[in-house]
């Protein structure tokens, strides 16, 4: 602690009640806390505090109960939270940001968790069109082998809400070098949820619900884990997904 205030409000934090301002520069000394040239430590103490009070008033952290005699300003934490919520608020997602470009974000994420925790081992390529249905190629360094990944990715602030999403049955492929992942992009954290879906596109296809004909696939499970979902098998911690990948290439 360097400033007379900082000294002073950690002594009234211990203290718990009150004190006067030639108490409070005792305690200082006494604890070696104040270092000071200065021939009246008392008077700078009380000065500073004076000032804060009045130049602060109700966001100081102090409260000035008698002369010379300061306490803690209960309302100051309330305070310092409201401020941070205000900065908060400043920087929200913005509501104008497009789908197309959610998309691009949920697969940088994804690219990102693959070359963090890949181990040096893997490569990450983003096609040139994902006409296909492949947002993101993925090679094993040393190698041929490749993993082909469609992402579907939702945005929100619900960690309960119900994740569903269609995969188009002509841009999958019935083959273990292909995966589809899930993943969910929590706008009060602006990051993606800690677990994701990661599932072969076999098991995949075998496991979706049949919709319109046959031309879509439908995936729906839950943020959190629940033993009944058929999809449970599949949620992994994002961290592990370049570990996934390199398991799965060895199926292929």
């Known amino acids: 602690m360097s400033s007379f205030k900082d000294i002073a409000f950690q002594i009234l934090k211990e203290a718990g009640k009150p004190l006067h301002s030639k108490e409070i520069t005792k305690i200082a000394l006494k604890k070696g806390w104040l270092k000071t040239a200065g021939k009246t430590p008392e008077a700078s103490m009380s000065a500073q505090l004076i000032v804060d009070v009045n130049s ?3 966001k100081s952290r102090f ?3 008698a002369p010379s005699v300061f306490g803690l300003n209960e309302n100051f934490k309330d305070l310092s939270i409201k401020e941070a919520k205000k900065s908060e608020n400043i920087y929200k997602i913005s509501k104008d940001v497009s789908t197309k470009q ?3 974000i949920a697969e940088a994420r994804i690219a990102e968790l693959i070359m963090l925790y890949g181990d040096t081992t893997l490569s990450c390529y983003k096609p040139i069109s994902d006409d296909e249905g492949i947002d993101l190629i993925v090679k094993e360094k040393g190698s041929l082998k490749t993993m082909y990944i469609q992402i579907k990715s939702r945005f929100g ?3 309960d809400k119900i994740f ?3 995969v188009k049955t002509s841009s999958i492929s019935d083959n273990y070098s292909m995966a589809v992942i899930f993943c969910f ?3 009060e954290e602006d990051d993606l949820w800690d677990y994701i879906w990661f599932v072969p596109a076999p098991d995949f296809i075998k496991l979706a619900n049949k919709l319109d004909g046959g031309k879509s696939l439908g995936f729906v499970a839950g ?3 629940k033993e009944s979902n058929k999809w449970d098998n599949y949620l992994i911690d ?3 997904l370049a570990n996934q990948i390199i398991v799965q290439m060895k199926r292929v």
Do not use: H, L, Q, Y
């Open 185 to 187: 992009f929590d706008t």
């Open 63 to 65: 409260v000035k109960v």
């Open 223 to 225: 943020r959190k884990k």
């Open 164 to 166: 569903t999403a269609n």
């Open 157 to 159: 602030d619900n960690p």
């Open 56 to 58: 602060k008033k109700e």
């Open 102 to 104: 959610k998309g691009d």
């Open 238 to 240: 994002k961290r592990s």
